[in-house]
T-cell receptor
Framework: AQKVTQAQTEISVVEKEDVTLDCVYE???????LFWYKQPPSGELVFLIR??????QNEISGRYSWNFQKSTSSFNFTITASQVVDSAVYFC?????????????FGKGTKLTVNP | NAGVTQTPKFRVLKTGQSMTLLCAQD?????MYWYRQDPGMGLRLIHY???????AKGEVPDGYNVSRLKKQNFLLGLESAAPSQTSVYFC???????????FGPGTRLTVT
């Protein structure tokens, strides 16, 4: 069965620090997709990135970067020079393509607090 | 475009009452989903639909029913609410793979 583990329940940093959020997944599928979502205090879920299992290139978007390593089944998320606005709960998710759908299995989330 | 909308935003029910949550999307997505979010549990899939007129069970379907009579709408029903159904409910939609899901703003439901 698909599984996503986010071992860090809460992280607290001071503004401008770099922070890495860990995500480890389990799947028997050879083709799969990984996602990161952000849930700010306002409660909505914001899509950040999608990565397919055939593309192990790291991705960078501004202060955000993602490190995908199939060998360790990990898809870690790094925020460089964190800001207060980065405070949120971050969810990692794995595709579960059963029944013709694109279901997602979510980790339990990591709550990031960035202090000024 | 409004994206994914949910009605209502908040609701308080008494045990045993029924209600329907409405999800609407204007992105012409084939797939729609209902999740619940509980503290420390992440998001768990209740039911999903891969097209108009079709629905399927997710991870935690008990106590809920769904219908998708129109492509743009996905309804979640609670026939006899229980306190264990106190949660935040999110609807999402997506295109076929590969695609991310787009989420609605959520409905906070309290059952007393």
């Amino acid at each position: 069965a698909q599984k996503v583990t986010q071992a860090q329940t809460e992280i607290s940093v001071v503004e401008k620090e770099d922070v890495t959020l860990d995500c480890v997944y389990e799947t028997r599928d050879t083709t799969y997709y990984l996602f990161w979502y952000k849930q700010p205090p306002s409660g909505e879920l914001v899509f950040l990135i999608r990565r397919n299992s055939f593309d192990e290139q790291n991705e960078i978007s501004g202060r955000y970067s993602w490190n995908f390593q199939k060998s360790t089944s990990s898809f870690n998320f790094t925020i460089t020079a964190s800001q207060v606005v980065d405070s949120a709960v971050y969810f990692c998710a794995l595709s579960d393509p059963q029944g013709g759908s694109e279901k997602l299995v979510f980790g339990k989330g990591t709550k990031l607090t960035v202090n000024p | 475009n409004a994206g994914v909308t949910q009605t209502p935003k908040f609701r308080v029910l008494k045990t045993g009452q029924s209600m329907t949550l409405l999800c609407a999307q204007d992105m012409n997505h084939e797939y729609m989903y209902w999740y619940r979010q509980d503290p420390g549990m992440g998001l768990r899939l209740i039911h999903y639909s891969v097209g108009e007129g079709t629905t399927a069970k997710g991870e935690v379907p008990d106590g809920y029913n769904v219908s998708r009579l129109k492509k743009q709408n996905f309804l979640l029903g609670l026939e006899s609410a229980a306190p264990s159904q106190t949660s935040v409910y999110f609807c999402a939609s997506s295109r076929p793979r590969p695609s991310e899901q787009y989420f609605g703003p959520g409905t906070r439901l309290t059952v007393t």
